[in-house]
């Protein structure tokens, strides 16, 4: 940084500076109430099981607990002791510990911001809108309680202990014990997160801006300052430059001081090269500053806008002081160009331009832009106002109350939980924990850390947000078996299962469903599988093998416990659990809270019978429960044979339960219905045997599954109305 900053402002606060402190206020404010919100983080289910795992093991575990699919090497975690502090918080006070210190974390980063931005010499005003930007630009970093809150509050403290001083002079005791300082919080850092590297790279961005100070000094032939002022030039730059290299040389020797070594600081070269990093694009997509839709849509067009506003102010400030230290040759010039703050920031802007995800580094060229810089006159103040405002009136829109709204407005008691149950689909989480189920498990890429949180390491899961963790191999399989097709020449998806292994399948989602991934009936009637769980969002499958007998008795067991009729040869049948166990089916996700009073509007004399009938229709269909969605779209043909929608779902129903004379005579009516249908018998009556017959099976539910005969409002209705929070788990 320069040589000489001014001290920050402490005059009165004027109007302005009123005003944008109480924006800042409000944004703060609803930055925290987001933070604290009810866990739905998807990695801090895996950072929480890999904490026990590292408080039980050590930093080198046998073998993960999670993952069936690790590399070799993936027990070794780059952010291990975050894991093992976030899992100690949980078993002192749970989820509400959890939210706490995430509360903290954000209020200590919120007030670093602040501290750094005052530290240039800005006015509160100027600092505070500052801050504003950054929880806009960092919001989503903030929000998620992930290693990165260590990352950024301790590149943070980086700054404020080293990065930001002159180093000029003499060494000093004082100047070695922030070299301690800073080397043992190098050194913590290291093992919370791999983004040591960043703390790193910014030293060595520090250095060569005092590298290009000497070199700008001897190119325009300056010479030593005059009488008291700064020093910038030849001879005069070498202690700075002396004790930033032995802050680098301390900085590398304690980053080293992690179970991984060296290899801490490769960790995100390594993993772009054998990894599914970088399928993960929603927060790894480069940032574009020229096109906003260029982003993945993982930041808003404000977001864009600001990051742009700060990129566009570096590079005229920049220009700007360049021009004049041309024009003036003098060492006052040459350190009011700041070559060390030059060189933080232009490192901060290459991380940011690389991954949206480093967007809360835009405090450093931001930084360099506020040192020197005044605001004062009314445009400027008046600009200072607009500023804040708009950005907190559209924090507290977008990230702030609409995010609360979306997460939990249609349920006020939401807020109170510990995390959403709906998200992670609960009622088959608690299936096979009560069940008591082991094995390999195919599951949804964001519900790996939740089931390993709950069920490791009795199952353990095909993928999880470890990406590093997985060869891109690994994932390939995975988005296979998502479109029902083989990764390998010849492969069918359940080929790939096979070769990894796998004993119970977790199928997701429903038609329209707004993730886009629907494999709930992925393996329906499929031979040598076996319908073990169902809701109308969810299914799970058992293969049925020698190795899996002990799960199947367990399964039999625990409906047995539950009053529940399984057969261990059918399957679990849902038409069964609906007919005899209403309030179970309810209470499990595969019928709604006000069922009875759905049902009481089936008979044709109630006035609303016909959009009733449809629901329930749905529903049943999304359940698997064929037999009773035939027989009520049977009843409604019968009163209204012009019903398309009931026609399609009773062909729909009548294919899938193998009754194909009953599926071409209702579909005659409609020559698209009786084409599809026709097609459909003709594939199913192809004569196969062994595992031609399975892969005959998958192609057919997957026919089915694409010509599922329901709209996307239709179904988003039933989500609505079905109960999927489960008390007390």
């Known amino acids: 940084m320069r040589a000489v900053n001014p001290a920050p402002s402490q005059g009165p606060r004027t109007g ?21 919100a009810p866990v739905y983080t998807d990695d801090l289910w895996w950072h929480l099981e890999a904490g026990e795992m590292y408080a039980t093991e050590g930093p080198w575990p046998a073998r993960d607990w999670m993952l069936y699919t690790a590399l070799p090497d993936a027990p070794i975690q780059h952010e291990w002791l975050f894991g093992v502090m976030v899992y100690l918080i949980d078993r002192l006070g749970g989820f509400p510990a959890l939210r706490v210190t995430h509360v903290l974390w954000v209020a200590l980063i919120t007030a670093g911001f602040y501290a750094t931005f005052r530290r240039t010499g800005a006015s509160r005003g100027a600092s505070a809108l500052s801050v504003i930007l950054m929880l806009s630009l960092a919001w989503l ?10 990352s950024i509050l301790a590149l943070l403290g980086l700054y404020h202990l080293a990065l930001a001083r002159d180093w000029s002079g ?24 791999s983004l040591v590297v960043l703390g790193i790279n910014l030293v060595v961005a520090a250095v060569l801006g005092v590298g290009l100070q000497g070199a700008l000094a001897r190119f325009l032939g300056i010479g030593p300052a005059r009488s008291g002022g700064p020093t910038p030039g030849g001879a005069e730059t070498r202690p700075r430059l002396a004790a930033l290299l032995g802050l680098l040389a301390v900085a590398l020797g304690c980053a080293m001081l992690n179970p991984r070594g060296p290899a801490q600081l490769t960790t995100f070269l390594t993993s772009s090269g054998q990894s599914a990093l970088w399928f993960i694009v929603d927060e790894w997509s480069p940032f574009n500053p020229f ?8 930041i808003a067009l404000l977001q864009w806008a600001g990051a742009d506003a700060v990129l566009l102010a570096f590079a005229l400030t920049a220009a700007r002081r360049f021009w004049r230290l041309v024009q003036g040759r003098s060492a006052a010039d040459l350190a009011r160009f700041d070559a060390v703050g030059f060189g933080l920031g232009l490192a901060a802007i290459v991380a940011l331009l690389v991954s949206i995800r480093f967007l809360w580094l835009a405090f450093l060229p931001l930084v360099y832009v506020l040192t020197g810089a005044r605001f004062q006159g009314r445009a400027r103040q008046a600009g200072l106002l607009v500023a804040a405002v708009v950005l907190s009136l559209w924090f507290s829109q977008g990230n702030g109350v609409a995010e609360l709204a979306a997460k939990y407005g249609d349920d006020p008691g939401g807020y109170a939980k510990g995390y959403q149950h709906h998200r992670y689909h609960s009622e088959g989480v608690a299936f096979l924990a009560g069940a008591d189920l082991e094995g390999r498990l195919f599951n949804p ?11 490791a390491p009795r199952i353990q899961v095909f993928v999880d947000g470890r990406t590093e963790h997985y060869a891109y191999e690994t994932y390939v399989d995975y988005s296979a078996v998502l479109a029902m097709k083989g990764r390998l020449p010849n492969e069918s998806f359940l080929d790939v299962l096979e070769r990894h292994g796998v004993d ?59 009053g529940i009729p399984f057969d261990p040869g059918r399957g679990l049948d849902p038409n069964a659990v609906i007919a005899r166990r209403p309030d179970w089916a309810r209470s499990h996700g595969m019928l709604p809270p006000d069922w009875e009073k759905l049902r009481s509007e089936l008979p044709f004399e109630a006035q609303d019978h016909r959009r009733a009938r449809e629901v329930v229709a749905i529903l049943y269909a999304l359940d698997g429960a064929y037999e009773l969605q035939t027989a009520l779209d049977r009843e409604t043909l019968a009163r209204y044979p012009g019903d398309l929608d009931a026609r399609a779902r009773l062909v729909h129903g009548l294919l899938r339960l193998g009754e194909f004379e009953a599926a071409r005579a209702a579909a005659a009516p409609v020559p698209a219905l009786a084409k599809f249908a026709g097609n459909y018998i003709r594939l199913a009556s ?17 026919l089915l599954e694409k010509a599922f005969p329901v709209r996307a409002a239709d179904t988003w209705e039933i989500d609505l109305r079905m109960a999927t929070e489960l008390p007390g788990y």
Do not use: C
């Open 170 to 193: 003499a060494p000093t005791r004082r100047r070695l014990a922030i070299l301690a300082a800073a080397g043992l919080l190098v050194a913590v850092w290291a093992n919370f997160h």
């Open 504 to 562: 119970l399948f977790f199928g997701v989602g429903f038609p329209h469903w707004w993730l886009g991934i629907y494999t709930t009936g992925h393996l329906e009637n499929v031979p040598g599988w076996v319908l073990v769980s169902r809701s109308y969002r969810h299914a799970i499958y058992l293969r049925r093998n020698a190795r899996n007998r002990r799960n199947l008795e367990r399964v039999a067991a625990y409906y047995q416990r539950e």
């Open 686 to 702: 192809a004569p196969t045997e062994g595992r031609q017959s399975a892969r005959k099976q998958a192609a057919l539910d997957h």
């Open 141 to 150: 970093r903030l929000a998620q309680y992930r290693p990165d809150l260590v």
């Open 291 to 298: 096109w906003p839709g260029a982003n993945q849509d993982s």
């Open 16 to 36: 302005t500076d009123v005003a944008v402190l109480t924006a800042l206020a409000v944004t703060v404010g609803l930055m925290l109430l987001v933070a604290g």
């Open 445 to 455: 890429y964001w519900m790996g850390g939740f089931l390993g949180y709950w069920l």
